[in-house]
């Protein structure tokens, strides 16, 4: 097997985390996760292994997935992030991603999206040098007035008023 030859080559115990085949440059990152998470399951201490994202796959759980895109909005809310792509992304179905966010957050996708960013925004608003426009692009929105309506509807005060009623000196 490959790693038993790698192994005795090098010498050394040899574990290899496999993601998915690229068939062109922008999915090598995809890949290199796979991988990563391939490597973090192997159990085996002190051993060689090949361990395979696709086997790893079928055994996480929806919960597991469902933690891991969670994770992902959180930590990339700024960018363009739609249901279709994070089930591209994660490898599910667009429509069991849906119900699953309703089922297991309670709220539907794109409401979630927006409550972590408008909670991002209303921390933002704490810098008096930051202008309505820039914390409008900083969580995701190039369009500004889409932003104020948005935020309105999630806190009940335009970004403006929001910033006189917290922030305002006195």
Do not use: W
Request: aromatic content about 12%; charged content about 25%; proline content about 2%.
């Amino acid at each position: 097997s490959v790693e038993y030859n790698l192994g005795k080559f090098l010498s050394a115990e040899i574990v290899i985390g496999v993601g998915c085949v690229c068939n062109n440059v922008e999915n090598i990152p995809n890949s290199y996760m796979e991988a990563s998470h391939a490597l973090k399951q192997f159990k085996s201490p002190n051993s060689s292994g090949i361990m395979f994202f696709d086997n790893i796959k079928k055994k996480d759980s929806k919960s597991d997935t469902l933690g891991r895109i969670v994770e992902y909005i959180h930590g990339h809310y700024s960018e363009q992030i739609t249901l279709e792509l994070m089930a591209e992304k994660f490898f599910i179905n667009h429509s069991y991603l849906s119900r699953s966010f309703k089922n297991e957050l309670g709220e539907n996708f794109i409401d979630y999206i927006t409550k972590i960013r408008i909670e991002k925004a209303c921390k933002l608003m704490s810098n008096p040098n930051l202008k309505n426009y820039e914390i409008s692009e900083m969580v995701g929105y190039e369009n500004t007035n889409y932003f104020s309506k948005l935020f309105k509807k999630f806190t009940g005060l335009s970004p403006t008023e929001y910033r006189d009623q917290n922030y305002s000196s006195v």
